[in-house]
């Protein structure tokens, strides 16, 4: 009757994802690069800034003209002239003891050196400044170069692209960005019982809430939904939908249908889709345990539990990282880990990882936050929906004592 | 020469944000509301699940039949029929002493209260199965409206939306989600030295590395950004731009000419729109001092450094709060904080706030990062780059010493 399986440890299920290959490189314009991930190293293609700039309003000069100068006895300097915004200081040269007026952002003029900021000058008369304070070579400015020398690394690959990684590409008129392709994520929700969410159930029928879930999930994590519907309980179909999946996806999410009985098509149904090999069927973790893995080429199929707090637990631990394998960064979990103190004793089963839903409280003067535990069936959302995080507690660990330091993986 | 402003601090700033009121509601369909914030309290017009199912697949029972059986003594049922998935329980009745074949998430028949597990349970001959653990009442069900009863709050405005709260909406049918409209911001680069990334600059010219980065930082705070390119230094233009820009936008942000210097536009444009409230020039911080604050109505303008380090860094503090009150979220940065330790002792002065990018690195068999600070003019981007995120030092520190605790906030 009970299908026997193997469980295996998170470790190891995470480890399957190794074998699996960021997906290949596609150009795209850098306004749509954000969070995306560089398929190559990015190189600087020129020198930036492209020229020595003035980080102040003042007045570019020969930084040994104004040595020793002090409010006492101030340098005197003719001013030769003005940079004007955009225009290129290479026109001008400065001879010794003469200045140009510049501005934030400005072009040295030949032969200066440095800039001495306007609060630190005086008018003298018509074409005279005096400066009361000395500047050193180099003094606000920005050498040519400076920031980005040519033919140096920019960016690696291994991160998602930030507002200021794509401000440096933009300085570098890098406007076509080579970054790994976005991860297509088939979903489909099994069982006779589902109705879409827009559909009233009729008696014995409830709406679909893993499709919506599930695709919302994928959305976050930075790749694109394809969320193919419910699919009732008929293995030809559900071959035949599951066939159509991995021809547009790069994995396909199915729901239900993953718990040991007599309406377990989804391994079946794997199993007879061409060149499939099944890597796992059931994990050591709570909830979530009756997970499948199999793999066909480079692509992913996963059978999910069927309640929809198994599956996010699951989403989280391993399709998540599977998606950032794909898209270059790595098969981590990539959710921030904040420290906390348990605000009751948890308890745990030796032998398997426990992912407990947890709320956090604010204490008044602690440091750290107190993780209350929400406990409730695992068909429940109201848990679900009141949690900040999950707790993770290793498999080697009988649960947790009351007012212990814990991780909480927080929810994105 | 130095027009002269008066600097108020950051908390101040921020302050000001209270009197700006959250955007109208906008009714948008479920799937595109992840990260949105509700408009208003979402209350459940029904019950979840609407009707009691069971969480397991087994026999659905009188639990009463069932007590005091063991695997010596098993309580002898009858088998009254199946609950097919899908199919309604409400048109069976369990007399006693019957059980119905049941599977996960199907609907109990009447009068049955309880659900035996498959694996506690043996075929007896056709018509009886022989259960051999007992069951309490209630036990692998969820009763009709556990999860939600009708009228229940199921979520409250303040929060935006996550996977599971859409998974909750759509079990209930609510596919229309009455919303905070998202913000609209307007980016503005000024400066005749500015050409866009995709141009090569001329001598003295330099790309604008500005708009590129603001429209990314607006995109992760979920808000729309609208890139009007850029403006040279023309009085009447950027007039005429600023005007334009408010018709479309919530909030204007013109990068550039926020220094004390002659051609500092910035304020004198804000002035001169009509009925604009000059809120604020200058706060006590560093980077950033020179930022501007307008309100036209219920729209925000802001003039922020031309810096992009300091630009990005008067966006954390300020532009993603304002963005964040106006999205129903209230005026918080929401950014992940962590803890570190400083790497090195970092000077810091009495009477601002300093914000100070940081690289963070794990040590070995220590829990907290050691956050490194990079320094570099804030014409460069190279420290933006390599940082983690920002270290923000009080107004009342003179500086942090190494290998204390300090907190980081992250950059998203």
């Excluded at 990684?165 to 994520?185: E, K, Q, S, W």
Aim: contains cysteine; aromatic residues 6%.
């Amino acid at each position: 009757m009970n299908d026997f399986f193997k469980l295996i440890s998170p470790a190891e299920f995470v480890g399957l994802f190794a074998d699996f290959t960021p997906l290949p490189a596609e150009t795209i314009a850098l306004g749509q690069a954000r969070g995306r991930v560089p398929a190559q190293q990015l190189t600087s293609p020129e020198a930036l800034p492209p020229f020595s700039r003035s980080t102040m309003d003042g007045f570019a000069v020969r930084a040994a003209d104004t040595f020793g100068c002090s409010e006492a006895e101030t340098a005197l300097l003719t001013v030769a002239g003005e940079i004007a915004m955009g225009a290129s200081g290479r026109d001008m040269m400065l001879k010794p003891g003469q200045a140009a007026r510049i501005w934030t952002g400005g072009e040295l003029p030949r032969k200066a050196d440095a800039v001495v900021m306007v609060e630190y000058t005086q008018p003298f008369d018509e074409e005279t400044v005096a400066v009361f304070r000395p500047v050193a070579p180099g003094e606000n400015v920005i050498r040519e170069g400076e920031d980005f020398a040519p033919g140096t690394t920019v960016l690696a690959p291994g991160r998602a692209l930030r507002p200021q990684d794509l401000g440096v590409l933009a300085g570098l008129g890098m406007t076509a960005i080579p970054v790994h392709r976005r991860p297509r994520v088939a979903i489909l929700s099994t069982g006779d019982e589902l109705v879409p969410p827009d559909q009233i159930p009729l008696p014995g029928k409830i709406r679909d809430i893993n499709s919506t879930t599930m695709a919302a999930l994928v959305e976050e994590a930075g790749a694109i939904p394809l969320p193919l519907g419910i699919c009732g309980d008929d293995f030809d179909h559900m071959l035949a939908l599951c066939n159509d999946a991995l021809e547009q996806a790069d994995i396909l999410l199915l729901s239900g249908g993953s718990s040991v009985g007599k309406r377990d098509f989804t391994q079946r149904v794997f199993a007879a889709m061409a060149d499939t090999t099944m890597l796992a069927h059931g994990i050591s973790i709570r909830p979530g345990k009756p997970t499948i893995l199999a793999r066909q080429g480079n692509k992913a199929l996963f059978g999910l539990p069927g309640h929809v707090a198994s599956a996010l637990v699951i989403f989280y631990c391993f399709v998540r990282p599977l998606l950032r394998q794909y898209s270059g960064l790595g098969a981590t979990l990539g959710l921030s880990r904040i420290r906390a103190v348990t605000g009751q004793q948890i308890p745990s089963t030796i032998g398997r990882e426990d992912y407990v839903r947890v709320r956090l409280v604010d204490q008044e003067g602690a440091t750290l936050p107190v993780a209350m535990p929400i406990y409730g069936k695992s068909g429940l959302l109201n848990p679900l929906v009141r949690a900040d995080g999950l707790l993770a507690i290793g498999r080697d660990v009988e649960g947790l004592d009351r007012g212990v330091e814990c991780p909480v993986l927080l929810f994105p």
